[in-house]
C-alpha cells in the first residue's frame, strides 16, 4: 500500500510539474462552462442541469480523460524509466493502481470544478441536493472507466499520441456508438446487447436520479477488467 501511495504522489504531482494538468484543466473548465451557459444557465430556462450531465459531460469526458492517460505508461516507455520502476520492489498490480489513482486525483479536482455551477443555480432556483450526488456518483463511475481504457491503451504504445487516440475512438465507440446503433436497430437480441454494453445507457439512469445496483456492477466490472487487461499488458512487456 506504501508503494501505491508513493506512486499516486509522485503522478499527480508530475501532472502539474508538466503543462497536461493545466491544458486539460484549462479546456475542461472552458468546455464544460460553455455547455453550461448554452445548454442550461439561460434567461427563461429550467434550473436543471440535466443536459450538461445527460450529454454534454459524456463528450467532454470522452476528448479530456485521454489526455491524464495518454502519458501514465507511454512515457515510461519512451524515456526508458519503466526499466528503473520495475525493478524496484514494486509489484505491476502496484504500478497500475498508483497511475490509476494518481489520474483520478486530478479527475476529482475537475469534478469539483463542477460545484460552481449548483451554487450559480441556487441563487435562481432550488437545487435538488439527492440528484446532484446521483449525478455526481454517476460522474465518478464514469470517469473511472474511462481512466482505465486509456491507462490500457497506454501501456500498449511507447507514443502518446497513439495512446490518446486509440482511446478516444475505444469510449466513442463505447459511449455513443453503441447507444446510436441500438436505436436504429428493431426490438430484437441485437439490440438488446448493444444497450446492454453501451456505457451511456448505464450512465443515464444517474442522471435521472436513479441508482441502480447494475448499473454501479456494470461500470466496476469493466473498469476492474480493463485495470486487468493493464496490469497482463504491463507484465507482458516486462519480459519482452
Request: glycine share 6%; aromatic share 14%.
Amino acid at each position: 500500500m506504501r508503494n501505491v501511495s508513493t506512486l499516486l504522489q509522485r503522478e499527480l504531482g508530475a501532472y502539474f510539474l508538466s503543462p497536461i494538468a493545466y491544458i486539460v484543466m484549462a479546456i475542461f473548465l472552458f468546455s464544460s462552462g460553455l455547455a453550461f451557459a448554452l445548454g442550461t444557465f439561460f434567461s427563461g430556462g429550467e434550473a436543471s442541469m440535466r443536459m450538461l450531465f445527460e450529454f454534454w459531460m459524456m463528450l467532454i469526458l470522452v476528448f479530456v480523460l485521454p489526455m491524464l492517460t495518454m502519458r501514465l505508461l507511454s512515457e515510461e516507455f519512451r524515456n526508458g524509466t519503466i526499466e528503473t520502476l520495475m525493478t524496484s520492489p514494486i509489484t505491476e498490480i502496484e504500478v497500475i493502481t498508483g497511475k490509476f489513482f494518481g489520474a483520478m486525483a486530478l479527475y476529482l479536482i475537475l469534478l469539483a470544478t463542477l460545484l460552481l455551477y449548483p451554487i450559480i443555480m441556487s441563487m435562481y432556483g432550488t437545487v435538488d441536493v439527492s440528484l446532484l450526488i446521483c449525478n455526481y456518483l454517476g460522474l465518478f463511475l464514469l470517469g473511472a472507466l474511462y481512466i482505465s481504457v486509456g491507462l490500457f491503451f497506454s501501456t500498449c504504445t511507447n507514443h502518446q499520441i497513439i495512446a490518446v487516440l486509440s482511446s478516444f475512438f475505444v469510449l466513442a465507440l463505447m459511449t455513443f456508438a453503441t447507444q446510436g446503433l441500438a436505436m436504429q436497430l428493431d426490438a430484437g437480441w441485437l439490440r438488446v446487447v448493444l444497450q446492454q454494453i453501451s456505457v451511456r445507457s448505464h450512465f443515464q439512469d444517474f442522471v435521472r436520479g436513479l441508482v441502480d445496483l447494475n448499473h454501479v456492477v456494470f461500470f466496476v466490472t469493466l473498469t476492474g477488467f480493463f485495470l486487468f487487461l493493464s496490469v497482463k499488458r504491463l507484465e507482458m512487456r516486462r519480459w519482452q
